[in-house]
């Protein structure tokens, strides 16, 4: 169905193009001008958007399924982290671990991937509990990071997803 309206996108758009190269630049081709006026019954629109939230949520259901069963083995296995390298233009990063699992990461608030690196320079770091919630799927680790300000605090980051290990 994807393909279909990529295809029909193609078509209309080499058409626009084709009619703008002839020489008729502002005038459109009566087809294309026709077909864009075509409206949808809202309660079509209601029925695609919702069919599509569905299909989105389904598919986060899934997603954090399989990321909670990927960190439940690390868990299992106490398995630690070895390094953090940070996404180039993101506020994301990416967590090796020593079995060469690698996700990609953020942290759950500002500051905790920083703070994350800094206990894996003092030792091992494993994970010690994994939970879903509408967020996406959170790892909580078995060590607290001092900070300068404030009482020591449980490192905590959120999964966006797997990552290749490069």
């Not at 949520?57 to 399989?66: I, L, S, V």
């Not at 671990?97 to 003092?122: K, N, P, Q, S």
């Amino acid at each position: 169905m994807i393909w279909g309206l990529i295809g029909v996108l193609v078509v209309l758009f080499g058409a626009l193009g084709w009619q703008l190269s002839a020489g008729r630049r502002g005038r459109v081709a009566e087809g294309v001008l026709a077909a864009t006026n075509d409206r949808l019954d809202p309660a079509e629109t209601a029925s695609i958007g919702a069919a599509l939230e569905s299909i989105g949520h389904a598919h986060t259901e899934t997603r954090n399924r399989r990321l909670t069963m990927l960190v439940g083995q690390l868990i299992d296995r106490r398995v630690p982290v070895r390094v953090i390298e940070l996404v180039a233009g993101h506020a994301e990063a990416r967590v090796r671990f020593a079995d060469g699992t690698t996700i990609r990461a953020c942290g759950t608030t500002d500051g905790d991937l920083g703070l994350l690196a800094g206990v894996i320079r003092e030792g091992s770091v494993t994970p010690a509990l994994c939970a879903a919630d509408r967020d996406g799927v959170h790892i909580v680790f078995d060590r607290t990071a001092r900070q300068v300000i404030g009482p020591p605090r449980r490192l905590s980051i959120r999964v966006i997803g797997i990552d290749q290990p490069d």
